[in-house]
């Protein structure tokens, strides 16, 4: 990576999390994988609560990474938080590093036993925008989200205090999340 675009990022990190940290409302806009690491590891240790995450298989580079999976262990280790997760499809059984992956931290964390951990499928079913296209998201608490519109290429918009965007957001997240029956245990994984 040059130096100017590490300076950039750098910078950008800083400004993320400056207005995180104050709970600012700020749309940040965000494209790639460094983007969507900085973008989700504020809101992870800055969320309080309950995270709740809509994604394809929660198993890449981002998801996978030192910084991703040590902000998500803060938000964990605090008492009585809650992570809801449903991913379009689980990954199977060998696709998945359990020694050094997001399921991996997930299923040994204290957290998953207390139950305050659960991941759901939809079985192929992913969130649409209103045009179709599928969308990913993830919500701290009831003011900040991460919206991701364009999968592929990560582009996205997130605001760490906008309540009336993240409400929205969970109740699409918990009409479906309510209506899936079966829990998915990540011992299969294992």
């Known amino acids: 990576?040059?130096?100017?675009?590490?300076?950039?990022?750098?910078?950008?990190?800083?400004?993320?999390k400056d207005k995180a940290a104050r709970k600012e409302d700020y749309l940040f806009h965000n494209?790639?994988?460094a983007h969507a690491k900085i973008i989700l590891e504020n809101l992870f240790r800055n969320a309080d609560s309950h995270?709740?995450?809509a994604a394809n298989t929660l198993n890449n580079e981002v998801?996978?990474?030192?910084?991703?999976?040590?902000?998500?262990?803060c938000f964990l280790d605090k008492d009585n938080t809650r992570l809801d997760i449903i991913v379009t499809q689980i990954p199977?059984?060998?696709?998945?590093?359990?020694?050094?992956?997001l399921y991996g931290l997930l299923l040994n964390?204290?957290?998953?036993?207390?139950?305050?951990?659960?991941?759901?499928?939809?079985?192929?079913?992913?969130f649409r925008d209103k045009d179709g296209e599928r969308v990913n998201f993830c919500t701290g608490d009831d003011m900040m989200f991460r919206l991701e519109d364009n999968i592929e290429a990560r582009t996205a918009v997130a605001n760490f205090n906008n309540p009336d965007t993240t409400r929205t957001l969970i109740n699409t997240f918990d009409g479906v999340f309510n209506n899936i029956e079966k829990k998915f245990?990540?011992?299969?994984?294992a």
């Open 31 to 33: 494209e790639g994988n």
């Open 1 to 16: 990576m040059n130096n100017q675009l590490q300076n950039e990022l750098t910078l950008y990190a800083d400004n993320v």
């Open 63 to 73: 998801v996978n990474s030192s910084e991703y999976m040590d902000a998500m262990k």
């Open 109 to 126: 964390h204290h957290a998953y036993n207390d139950g305050r951990i659960t991941v759901k499928s939809g079985e192929g079913k992913s």
């Open 51 to 53: 995270i709740r995450i």
């Open 92 to 101: 199977r059984r060998g696709d998945v590093n359990m020694g050094d992956s």
């Open 185 to 189: 245990d990540l011992n299969d994984l």
